[in-house]
């Protein structure tokens, strides 16, 4: 099975967070890897995982990884156990790791914020991490409430301020002239 660098970096980064933060379950992690998207977008004009995110009522979801973990696909079902654990209110979806956390998929930007988010929220619960998302006029709010289509995909444009739309366009063009003359 041939596995695409984007595929591979989302596994590695739900890897690194399983192994560096406490209780993550399916709603941390899909927080998790929501500021790990929109960070590095913010700083680059790119997402790490190429995931796209949803306006769910519980915050952004990467519905494509939420429809996975039912039914996962090869790769995903070697890198992790899923097991339903009861809690207080229900049931929660606790993630195990198979295999050693690999490094080498991510820059040097993306391991500092993989590192960064991990002690920001290593012990913090699913719950404040919802409420972390839900924040007012920060990207999962502006299309929840303000734009009328709750449940619709979070652009990730929105991550940033109008005032640096031009600056992180430009880094984006110039990364990407340096990758065409790498070819």
């Known amino acids: 099975m041939l596995i695409s660098h984007e595929r591979e970096k989302l596994i590695q980064a739900i890897n690194f967070f399983v192994r560096n933060t406490s209780n993550c379950g399916k709603i941390k992690l899909f927080k998790l890897l929501y500021f790990f998207d929109f960070e590095h977008f ?3 004009g790119r ?20 429809n996975e973990i039912d039914a996962p696909q090869a790769d995903l079902e ?10 207080r209110d229900g049931y929660m979806l606790k993630i195990h790791s ?20 991990a002690n920001e ?21 502006r ?6 289509n709750p449940q619709g995909v979070i652009p ?9 739309h031009e600056a992180v366009s430009r880094i984006a063009s110039d990364r990407k002239e340096l990758l065409e003359k790498l070819r």
């Open 156 to 164: 990730y444009d929105l991550a940033i301020r109008p005032d640096e």
């Open 78 to 87: 070697d890198a992790f156990r899923f097991e339903q654990k009861p809690i």
């Open 98 to 117: 198979k295999s050693p956390f690999d490094g080498r998929h991510f820059s040097r930007r993306e391991r500092r914020l993989l590192d960064d988010l």
């Open 42 to 44: 913010k700083a680059t």
């Open 143 to 148: 299309v929840y409430h303000e734009s009328g």
């Open 47 to 66: 997402s790490v995982t190429g995931l796209a995110y949803n306006a769910w009522p519980k915050g952004p979801v990467p519905v494509s990884l939420y």
């Open 121 to 141: 929220y290593r012990t913090t619960l699913a719950d404040d991490m919802i409420e972390a998302t839900h924040l007012e006029n920060q990207p999962w709010d």
